[in-house]
Every structure is written in structure tokens, then in C-alpha cells.
């Protein structure tokens, strides 16, 4: 060998020892990704773009499930409600700015309805958004997002990456749930650190939500409160669903006997259909009871802030109410009882106090409740069974009712106006966790979003029931079901318009009325363009099959179900909240 080639071999053989030698590296994007992980998060809900392209193709290559939306509200909704589902916070992550904006709308709902989501988003440097020199998509996330969620927080160094991602998800669910901000400039996924340090700086969160037990005296003065009851009531609100404390809340409504309300979100906690249920009876019992007991339900509007004639005669009653957040207390109305803890240790104390001293609510009062209820039912079941074509709201809800009950596994996401009120009170939902809607502000836009994370989170069979106006605000989701071949079924109700697709243009010109669509509008063409099935209906009888067919086959499908254009009322049942002039009558 020559003395040229021995010195190249030599020169080879020592570059490969100092690669050996060499510390091995990681960097921002890898630490988030073994940060989620390491917490058990493993579904990312997402838009990609600058910067976060990267670190979502490698959270994929990492064997973490990638679903990305057309829309960056939706893929928030989507994290909002599988953090409702499985008491984890789901994670949107989005671009900077418009993307961050879009996310931040699902981010602030999620607060408002105590959903533990976290939401991520690249942002521009520092540097340049301080001094406004007009950086890529530049923009003071931070601040923005602050007062529209729980906690906001920024990491501007990947050896913060850990203790910041425990901070996001401890925030996410501790105490009140609810959403959180995590702000990642891209600087910080380059960034470069020791492969060693960076897994040592990593942190699994413990006990993020340690039990709370209210005071002895708490407990039993609520306890007193409910034994000397006449008319007591149990109503559950979403945190009760939320809670996971199945078993406990069943166990104390039988073996308490007291007659039971349960809010939209609730529903399924205990079967519709149990004797103890007073959902066909709510009128005659928010009015009557003289003791409610609110287990994870909110006196807000959706209760009429616990006053005003729904709930009779001004005084008449006395509320206990189970609640992590003290602040939530005496909010609307005086609560004589309050009970302040998690829900599971909360009903556990309680049923271990009916256990020792039962309680035996008088007959009267649940024959009383009873008789409405079978009272109420008998004179809707004929609604339910019309088969006119076309359809109207009752006989449509009555042919989705029969496919819930012999599927009762199945998940139900619901939006709307008509379509949302009438089916919260006509499909009996028989498990906890499976009835999706809108929530404390009765928002419109969540159905696609939630019914994919709906599939993504349960595996199950997901049946989303729309209204025309409502679906269009996320509609575009369709293409995501198909492309990830969803088990979802939706169902439009179509009658033309906003409530009715009957308004007109008080001036008689050219434009349409703007609460009135496309007349005969075929949105299952929509479904069968990305590849899903596509089915037009036009009585109850056709839906029924049409669902039972889709909720079957678990092949993603469009129903598009006519409704009389002329079903409908204005807003709702909420028609008092719209605003309409004294002084100058509009056509209805």
C-alpha cells in the first residue's frame, strides 16, 4: 500500500471513531413528540402548513395517529370533544396566525364547556413580533389567546419542552377542565440538544387530578336537605357524564329513589327509558320539586339561571349542588347546599350516606311524576310514527330513535336548531358519553369535528344528525371521513333554509331571502364526489333503512333527508332569545 492510501484509510477509520464517539443528538420537533407520548397522548388532530409540517410527518412516523382536517375550527373540535370523551386533553395543532385564529374559536368553546383540550401552534420569532417588523403570518398569539382560555404558556427552549407540555396538560385537566394554549415559535423545533439531557428533561405528569372530598358538614347538610324532601330531584349536568363515575351515580339514584333530570350531554348516564327517569316530565318537576340536587349542571341559561316561571313559585325550593369550582356556587340563585369536590368522590360520600340512612321519597310525589311522564309519551308517540313525505322533524327523530335503540353503542352527534331541541327530547340515549351536541353555548359548526373524533377515539359507529344550516358550517369534513374511511353516518335534515326554507325577500328583488339555501339542495352528491355513499330520502320509512344500512356497513354516508320546507319554528325552542322589532313587522 502506499504512503497516500495508508494516510486516507487512516484519516477514514479516525472520522468514523469520532462519529461513534459522538454524543447522539435530538431536537425541538422529537421532544414534543416523546412529550405527548410520554403522557399517553397519542391522537393529534390537525392542520399541517408552515411550521409544523415536519413535526406532524415525523409524529406520524413515531406511530402516533395524524388526522388532518380541511379546517382548523373543526380539527379543534375534534380535540375538544375527545378530551369530553376520555378525560385527557386532546391536542389540536394548527400553523400560525389565521390557523392559530381558526383553532382558538373550538379553543375558547372548549373552555366555556369545561373540556380539557390543548391547542398548539407554531408562531413567528420573538424577535420580530415584539418589535412589529412584519414577520410571516406575525402575531402576539400569546396574548391573544389568554383571556379566551384556562392557562396559555410559550416555550422558547427545547429544554423546556417537557416541564411545558406538563404544565399545558395538568392545566388542561386539573380542577375545572377546560382548554389550554401551548405557543411553540419555530425556532424551537430546530433547536439541538443532548439525546440524554433531553429525555431526562422530559416529565410525566402525576396525579393530575387528586380526589376531592367536601367537609363532613357539607355532606350532611346536603344529606338532611334531601331526607326532609317532599319533591326532590336529581338533575345531571355534562360534568356528571364527564366524571366517569358510572357505577356510583347509578347505584345512588336507585337505591335513593329520587326522580332524575338529565341535561343534553348527560343523557345515557342512567337509560331514558329508567322508571326513575323524569325526562318526559321536566316542566311539571322543575316546577314542583322543593329539592334539586345539580350534579355537574350549571344554573346558566340552559336552566334559566334556576328562576323565572320555569321553575314555579319564587322560593319554593332549596339546590345542593356538586361542583369542582367553588366560584360556581350561589352564581344565579342561593344554593343552600354546597358541595364542593369532584364528582366521583362527591357521590361516593353520598351513597355512602344513603347506605347507612336511607332515603324513601314519598309515593305520591313519584306517581305524580310517573303518570306525566306516560301521560307525556302517549301523546307523542303518534308524532313519532307519521310516515309523511315530505317528512316533518317528529316523524324523521322517530325513525332515528328506532336505529339508536337497537344500536345502543352507537355514538349520537347532534347540531342544529329544530333538529337539535326536538331530538334532544325524542332519542332515548341508553349509555353515558354517547350523545355529542353543542353544548353550554349552543354553538353550531362542531358536527364534523366531533363525529370524527367521535370514530377516532370510540372505534364505534358514529350517527351525526344535521341540520342544513348547521352542516354547512363544516361540511367540508366529508372529504376527511371518507379519507380515513370513518364508520360515520350523517344525516341532513333539509328543509330549504335557516328554520324554514320558506322565508322571501320582503322587497321582491332578485336575492333570495338570506335565511333560504339552494332549493332541493342533493348534499349526498357532496358525499358520493370524495368517494362515500350518498343517499337521497324522503319519508321515514326510507331514512330508517337508508341509517340502519350505513350504522351496518360502516361505510361513510350522506343521507340527505327532505323535510317540509315550511317545518321548522323561528330559533328554536330558544325563539325568546332572537330579538324582533316593535316598531316595523318582517314576513314570516
Not at 389568554?146 to 410559550?154: G, H, M, Q, V
Not at 339542495?521 to 326510507?542: C, I, L, Q, W
Not at 360502516?554 to 324582533?580: F, Y
Request: net charge negative; with cysteine.
Amino acid at each position: 500500500m502506499s504512503t497516500a492510501a495508508a494516510t486516507i484509510t487512516k484519516n477514514q477509520a479516525t472520522e468514523a471513531s469520532v462519529v461513534e464517539d459522538a454524543p447522539a443528538l435530538t431536537d425541538g420537533f422529537q421532544l414534543v413528540i416523546d412529550a405527548l407520548k410520554l403522557n399517553d397522548i397519542h391522537n393529534l388532530y390537525v392542520v399541517p402548513g408552515i411550521p409544523i409540517s415536519d413535526l406532524l410527518r415525523m409524529a406520524q412516523a413515531e406511530g402516533m395517529r395524524v388526522v388532518s382536517f380541511r379546517h382548523e375550527q373543526n380539527a379543534g373540535n375534534a380535540a375538544a370533544i375527545a378530551g369530553f370523551m376520555t378525560k385527557k386533553p386532546g391536542v389540536c395543532m394548527t400553523v400560525s396566525a389565521p390557523g392559530f385564529l381558526n383553532g382558538l374559536t373550538a379553543l375558547a368553546n372548549a373552555t366555556t364547556n369545561c373540556f380539557p383540550m390543548i391547542l398548539i401552534s407554531g408562531s413567528s420569532e420573538r424577535e420580530i413580533v415584539d418589535l412589529q417588523q412584519g414577520d410571516y403570518e406575525e402575531m402576539d398569539q400569546l396574548a391573544i389567546a389568554k383571556p379566551l382560555c384556562k392557562a396559555a404558556f410559550r416555550i422558547l427552549h427545547a429544554q423546556d419542552i417537557g416541564i411545558g407540555v406538563a404544565r399545558a396538560i395538568r392545566a388542561a385537566v386539573s380542577g375545572r377542565p377546560g382548554g389550554v394554549y401551548l405557543d411553540l415559535p419555530a425556532k424551537l423545533f430546530s433547536q439541538v440538544m443532548d439525546a440524554a439531557e433531553g429525555a431526562k428533561s422530559l416529565v410525566k405528569v402525576v396525579d393530575p387530578t387528586p380526589a376531592q372530598y367536601p367537609s363532613t358538614e357539607a355532606v350532611d347538610r346536603a344529606l338532611d336537605l334531601l331526607k326532609g324532601a317532599k319533591r326532590p330531584l336529581v338533575i345531571f349536568g355534562k360534568g356528571a357524564a364527564y366524571a366517569q363515575a358510572d357505577e356510583t351515580i347509578r347505584s345512588f339514584v336507585e337505591k335513593s329513589g329520587i326522580p332524575f333530570l338529565q341535561m343534553s350531554m348527560a343523557k345515557g348516564l342512567l337509560p331514558d327509558t329508567h322508571p326513575q327517569s323524569a325526562g318526559a316530565a321536566r316542566s311539571l318537576v322543575l316546577q314542583e320539586a322543593d329539592v334539586v340536587m345539580l350534579v355537574g349542571a350549571r344554573l346558566n341559561w340552559l336552566l334559566s339561571h334556576g328562576k323565572g316561571k320555569t321553575w314555579g313559585k319564587p322560593g319554593s325550593k332549596k339546590f345542593i349542588q356538586i361542583d369542582i369550582e367553588p366560584k360556581e356556587m350561589d352564581s344565579n340563585v342561593e344554593i343552600h347546599a354546597p358541595l364542593v369536590g369532584d364528582i366521583a368522590s362527591v357521590m361516593e360520600v353520598l351513597l355512602k350516606g344513603i347506605e347507612g340512612s336511607p332515603l324513601t321519597p314519598p309515593t305520591d310525589w313519584m306517581a305524580t311524576v310517573a303518570a306525566r311522564r306516560e301521560q307525556n309519551i302517549a301523546k307523542m308517540a303518534p308524532k313519532l310514527m307519521s310516515n309523511a313525505s315530505p317528512m316533518n322533524f317528529h316523524g324523521a327523530l322517530g325513525a332515528l330513535r328506532r336505529v339508536i335503540k337497537e344500536r345502543p353503542d352507537a355514538l349520537l352527534v347532534n347540531e342544529g336548531a329544530n333538529t337539535l331541541d326536538l331530538a334532544r327530547g325524542i332519542i332515548d340515549m341508553y349509555e353515558p358519553r354517547k350523545r355529542l351536541d353543542v353544548g353550554t353555548w349552543g354553538v353550531m359548526g362542531v358536527g364534523m369535528g366531533y363525529a370524527v373524533a367521535a370514530a377516532i377515539e370510540s372505534g364505534k359507529p358514529v350517527l351525526a344528525v344535521e341540520g342544513d344550516s348547521a352542516f354547512g358550517f363544516s361540511g367540508m369534513e366529508v372529504e376527511t371521513i371518507c379519507r380515513y374511511n370513518l364508520p360515520v353516518c350523517i344525516v341532513i335534515f333539509n328543509n330549504n333554509g335557516i328554520y324554514r326554507g320558506t322565508d322571501v325577500n320582503p322587497t321582491g328583488g332578485a336575492d333570495p331571502s338570506p335565511m333560504v339555501f339552494v332549493p332541493d339542495s342533493r348534499y349526498d352528491k357532496m358525499m358520493e364526489a370524495f368517494g362515500g355513499v350518498g343517499v337521497h330520502v324522503t319519508n321515514p320509512d326510507e331514512l330508517y333503512r337508508a341509517v340502519s344500512e350505513a350504522m351496518d356497513s360502516g361505510r361513510p354516508t350522506l343521507i340527505n333527508a327532505v323535510i317540509d320546507p315550511a317545518a321548522g319554528t323561528e330559533s328554536g325552542n330558544i325563539g325568546s332569545l332572537n330579538p324582533t322589532s316593535s316598531v316595523r313587522k318582517m314576513p314570516s
